[in-house]
């Protein structure tokens, strides 16, 4: 805000001086130009998070320099975030006068950058794991005073719904080797319907997949690839979803589409889409594979075939 008035006093004082000079009056001291020693005013500076800095933040907001300066957090600590990239803005995103907003194709390419950030950081893809991605854009303050970079960071779970939890210690490499975040097998937090299946299902939470469960993880997939527009109806993403789903489910049990068919012990959900994911070019569901209310299976079922469920 200080700009356009600075400027406005300098250009009334250069044409007093300009007159004075008209006049072939010289201040004594000086060279007889008056600006040409002015410097230009610095560009304003941000500090900017680094990769593998951990963050304590209670949500997703949008990014804000003066907020992340003041909550890093040591990894060992309870924390949200991490992040796994500081990216930057181009193209005609950056000429725009407010930062992209989910929808706009600046965001979007934001967010996908951010996913492959994320996979490298992790050890592998973060779609089969117990993780979320967020991508915080600056604020209109931040924006307006030049900023055009953007913070990536990864979070951990604790449901499969996409809950964000505190986590203690670094998520790097946390998909490689014996992968400690890795999705496997869930316990069930839901209702039980009049048919005797499941109802409506409120969380996923992991556990040893020898420990009684109701869930596993069958693998990620992608729906309504190339479709841009709003957020489509949930009888589409639902068909969208199980056409996809379905299948992969029979391969990893090791069936034919006709075998599992003829199975009755097993069901499918799947993880969601909300409007701001989609809004931010996701396109990927999370498929999983349930076991009837009440009947809680002690191992993996992958490659189980059929074979009956290993109560």
Not at 8 to 26: F, K, N, Q
């Amino acid at each position: 805000m200080m700009m356009p008035a600075r400027t406005a006093i300098t250009a009334v004082l250069v044409g007093a001086l300009l007159g004075l000079s008209g006049c072939g009056l010289r201040v004594a001291g000086t060279d007889g130009d008056l600006v040409d020693d002015w410097k230009p005013m610095a560009a304003a500076k941000f500090d900017l998070p680094t990769v593998g800095m951990c963050l304590d933040s209670p949500s997703k907001a949008p990014f804000d320099p003066a907020f992340v300066r003041s909550t890093p957090i040591e990894c060992e600590r309870g924390h949200t975030l991490e992040v796994v990239l500081v990216g930057t803005i181009e193209g005609k995103a950056a000429q725009a006068p407010e930062p992209p907003a989910p929808g706009s194709e600046g965001y979007q390419a934001a967010y996908a950058a951010c996913g492959q950030a994320a996979g490298g950081y992790v050890g592998g893809d973060w779609y089969t794991g117990m993780l979320g991605i967020s991508v915080q854009m600056p604020t209109r303050a931040p924006w307006g005073g030049g900023l055009r970079s953007y913070v990536c960071s990864v979070y951990a779970l604790s449901s499969a719904y996409g809950v964000m939890s505190f986590t203690s210690g670094s998520l790097k490499g946390a998909l490689a080797g014996d992968a400690p975040k890795a999705l496997r097998c869930l316990d069930v937090v839901g209702n039980k319907a009049a048919n005797g299946w499941w109802d409506a299902i409120s969380a996923l939470t992991p556990i040893d997949c020898a420990q009684p469960h109701e869930a596993e993880f069958v693998g990620a997939v992608q729906i309504g690839t190339g479709a841009g527009g709003a957020l489509p109806a949930k009888d589409v993403l639902k068909k969208w979803t199980t056409d996809i789903c379905w299948p992969v489910v029979a391969t990893f049990m090791g069936l034919s589409r006709a075998q599992f068919d003829n199975r009755e012990d097993i069901g499918l959900t799947w993880e969601g889409m909300s409007k701001y994911q989609w809004d931010a070019g996701e396109r990927h569901q999370r498929c999983f594979v349930l076991f009837s209310p009440g009947k809680k299976v002690h191992a993996s079922i992958k490659g189980l075939g059929t074979k009956p469920l290993p109560v």
